[in-house]
């Protein structure tokens, strides 16, 4: 019963650290718990925490959450500057560990949801892009992978001077690289097709399931993929069509699973809603080129080609420089991580323990 299980965890909230966290409302709940708005009377101010179900695989997994996090914040973005959520606090309360977090607004789904998921205006999406990647660079450089990134978990913060202003949360289901906790990550909807497939290691069990979502991948990326042949390091039990056979069947109604993908060219971005407005400046034109340009680079299906973090960077989607062409990045030359995670201290000490 959902309802006497939020009750409860309410009463808790409130009785917590002597009631130090005063429950406003309920902001949102997900699989680990429940993040309530609290008023924080020692600090008086707001704050977000969440709260943890009290059973020991969600305790231990948000004990990694609170380290990871500690690290990111501390030891890589002292200043807070890279678009990364500050954890503030946390406690254990009977068997509950509750992370106190700085307040902030609406998730991005929440945003989309406002007008009807027809997407933000395209300096937003540059606005925020840049941001989330400046994040993800700092987690690549701690070595720590988020393994939920989705709108969900990216909020927007209260913005600096006019500046609109991101950053990522829900480090609940993040791990360090090299350390794999789960084979089966990411939030089904944005799943890479490594992940989709199994790559490297065991394709799923639930394949077909899996394979609608890889029909859905293809059917925005498919002309990026040309070809027979699946690229390096696909099993070859995945066949894909050639061109010629998909141009042949495109006519027909898609059989997703029977690994007949559908095509739809990423360009038709352009000519279709919103994009076809015949009142366009040369420069909103230009603009949207360079985005459909950057969406290929993202959505690159080879790993090994996928653009890094520090590479999508430099497109000049996000740079704003004229878009003349296709975006070759540079070759990532042997960054040196500031310090790998394996540093990480997985006791996280200090806080307040009740
Ligand atoms: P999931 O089950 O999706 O993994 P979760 O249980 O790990 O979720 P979070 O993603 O951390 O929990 O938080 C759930 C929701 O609560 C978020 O999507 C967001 O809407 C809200 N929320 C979380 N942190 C904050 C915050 N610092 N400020 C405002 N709202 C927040
Ligand atoms: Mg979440
Ligand atoms: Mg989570």
Known sequence: NWDLILYVNLELVNKMSN????????????????VVKCWDTETNDYVAVKVIKNQPAFYHQAIMEVSLLRTLNQKFDPDDKHNIVRMLDYLSFQNHLCIAFEMLGQNLYELLKRNQLRGLKVKYVRAFSKQIL?????????????????????????????????????????????KTVYSYIQSRYYRSPEVLLGYPG?????????????????????????????????PSAYRFL??????????????????????LKLDRLIYS????????????????????????????????KRWSPVQALFHPFITGEPFTGPYEPVPETARIPVARAAAIDHNPGGGHWL
């Open 134 to 178: 400046d994040a993800m660079v700092v987690m690549r450089d701690a070595g720590i992978i988020h393994c939920d990134l989705k709108p969900e978990n990216i909020l927007l913060a209260p913005s600096v001077a006019t500046a609109a202003a991101v950053k990522v949360i829900d480090f609940g289901s993040a791990c360090l690289e090299g």
């Open 242 to 263: 050639s061109e010629e056979e998909v141009e042949a069947r495109e006519s027909k109604r898609p059989k997703v699973g029977k690994w007949y993908f559908p095509r």
């Open 273 to 304: 809603y919103p994009w076809n407005n015949s009142e366009l400046t040369e420069t909103e034109k230009t603009d949207r080129l360079a985005l459909v340009d950057f969406l290929k680079g993202l959505l690159e299906f080879d790993p090994n």
């Open 19 to 34: 009631r130090r966290f005063i429950v406003k409302e309920m902001l949102g709940q997900g699989t680990f718990g429940q």
């Open 202 to 234: 065991q394709p799923p069990d639930d394949l077909l399931r899996e394979a609608k979502n890889t029909g859905r991948f293809f059917k925005h990326v498919g002309s990026i993929f040309p070809g027979s042949e699946a690229p390096d390091g696909i």
